[in-house]
């Protein structure tokens, strides 16, 4: 479904990505590690089509992303779903209104009972019923801003749903509520995603595969069981952090 094909990215003199590769199959969860400054976002961009690569190419669906400008990008871009760090919910509006902002921007002419089933729905996707329509972001837990946030993206119904660091700065209730929606959205609606993030007990949970990235390059790849595994001395410290609590 998301296929990177060699990778590479420099700004100036930082090279960022020198040759990433990676395949996430249909309707499974991919999560990249990596420290912070390690090129996470940049390779998230570069999936979004927001960069372009100095070299390499990736596809999503049956679009080449890397090489689509303008309203190509955008009509492609339409069948993913962004859950960006931080919820950022619009304060002034309903939970209602937020949910239903992509639907509202696409086409003017939806019908609002329309639009009101369509948000119910996606709502009851991540454990929200309809007592929650007309609160304000404000009057919500930090958990509930994120399964809004969740429910938004997955209004257009979204093949891909694409998460930038779900989980930073959340307390340990809050991501596994988290890290539950991420794996509601794969089993009730078969949604591919990739996940971005320097969690790894998050990273474990949720990934049917995964990435570490390091120095520019994936430092490991594959079932958590074969990262798990990995000798690279790198990988080997990012993940020691986190097994030696356990
Ligand atoms: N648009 C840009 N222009 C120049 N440098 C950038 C740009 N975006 C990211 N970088 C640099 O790329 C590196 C990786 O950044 P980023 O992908 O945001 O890291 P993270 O893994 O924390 O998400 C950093 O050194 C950052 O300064
Ligand atoms: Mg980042």
Do not use: C
């Not at 590769?21 to 961009?45: D, E, H, Q």
């Not at 990008?73 to 309903?94: H, K, N, P």
């Not at 971005?196 to 990235?213: G, M, N, P, Q, T």
Request: no cysteine; net charge positive.
């Amino acid at each position: 479904m998301i296929e990177a094909i060699d990778l590479w990215k420099s700004f100036g003199d930082n090279h960022v990505l020198r040759g990433v590769s990676l395949r996430v199959a249909p309707g499974t969860t991919y999560v990249v590690l990596g420290g912070s400054g390690s090129g996470k976002t940049v390779l998230l961009k570069h999936v979004i089509g927001l960069l372009k690569p100095d070299r390499g190419s990736v596809r999503v669906g049956d679009a080449e992303i890397s090489a689509l400008e303008g309203r190509a990008l955008t009509e492609a871009r339409r069948s993913f779903g962004m859950v960006f760090q931080g919820a950022a919910l619009f304060d002034s509006m309903t939970v209602l209104e937020n949910v239903a902002f992509p639907l509202r921007e696409k086409r003017r002419d939806v019908r609002l009972d329309e639009v009101r089933r369509r948000v119910v729905e996606k709502l009851a996707v991540v454990d929200l019923g309809e007592e929650v329509l007309d609160r304000y972001p404000a009057e919500l837990s930090g958990g509930m801003r994120k399964r809004v946030a969740l429910a938004r993206a997955l209004v257009s119904d979204p093949r891909v749903v694409l998460y930038d660091e779900p989980t930073t700065g959340l307390d340990p209730l809050t991501t596994d509520s988290v890290d539950q929606m991420i794996m509601a959205a794969k089993q009730r609606l078969g949604i591919t995603s990739m996940v971005i993030s320097h969690d790894v007990a998050s990273a474990f949970k949720v990934a049917d595969r995964l990435a570490v990235l390091y120095d520019g390059r994936l430092a490991a790849e594959g079932t958590p069981a074969q990262v798990r595994a990995s000798t690279d001395p790198f990988v080997q410290r990012f993940l020691s952090t986190w097994f030696a609590k356990q």
